[in-house]
């Protein structure tokens, strides 16, 4: 059977392509991303594809290819808890981005479009932002169904990552076929993601001396638990619950502030940018630029989505489609 062709906006490094695309039913064609960083990883992994890398406000309908499905993890601060909370009135014109999609999916009608955003996104303004969302795909045609999964329950990755995932089909018949995936038990766990054995490079120890204030101490007092994950909070130790690594934010890395860290029996170290997007369900054999700064990477792999779970979404979308 032919592929169905998918466009992305908001690519990223093309995790929600990946996970689309390793249900070998469909084939990403186009994708726009303004940030060149980002966008260097998304062609190092998918050489084959257009990546536009533009402003979506200046991407021209008629320059978009056609496609069947129209995808989008769009961003995320305008309308998070951890953001702005001003939603479609944030200074920085976030949330007007949704806008932009809308008018790509006005004029370009792909059969399905698959959006996936902050767990908030439903109770942001009362409701109202959401309400939006929802309606104006309802007025460009599609049946719409939404639903928040957590990476751990749905994605068997031992990460804690709730996202709203918003599927919206313009044919009634798929639509009513289509159900969001089941749980799932969570079965793989932090070694199958972090490399407790090797001896990383330096650079992501903590050691006596190397930072400023007592940040070391307090690292080596807190963390007891070999099977937890620890983040440094700008002024304390934080633990996440035992076995699951806490939400991935893009932030995270910026001033060794919220960055995830474990006791390995080499010593107390950050996570590696590669074991943030393992942690992501990315493959081992994910590529990475090489020099790229691991500010970069960190807040690419933040940013992007929980593969396993897109990949799991996907599947059912193809179900509905093939009836
Ligand atoms: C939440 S991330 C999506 C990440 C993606 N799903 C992935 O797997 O990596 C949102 C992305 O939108 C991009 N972005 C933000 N504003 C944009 C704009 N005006 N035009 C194009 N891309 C934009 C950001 O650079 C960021 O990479």
Redesign the pocket.
Known sequence: MEKLKCAS????????DLGFEQTGGFKTIYA????PY?AETFKKNFPNVDVIV????DIKEDNVPDHDVLLA????QAFSVAGYRQGFDDKKG?GE?FF?LARIIAKKKPSIVFL?NVKNLVGHDNGNTFQVIIESLKAEGYHVKYQVLNAMEYGNICQNRERIYIVGFRDKAQYQRFVFPMPIPLTSTLSDIIDFEEKKDDKYYYIDGKYKGDIYQKLVAAIDDPSAVYQWRRKYVRKNKSGVVPTLT?NQGEGGHNVCIIKTKHGIRKMTPEECFYTQGFPKSWKLPDNMADSRLYK?AG???CVSVIERIAEEILRAVNG
């Not at 726009?32 to 940030?35: A, L, P, V």
């Not at 533009?54 to 406000?57: F, L, M, S």
């Not at 993890?73 to 995320?76: K, R, Y």
């Open positions: 906006f908001f690519a990223g490094v093309g995790g929600i726009n991303e303004f940030d980002p533009q402003n979506i406000n993890g769009f961003p995320c976030r981005l932009q996936e893009a690419q940013n992007s989505v």
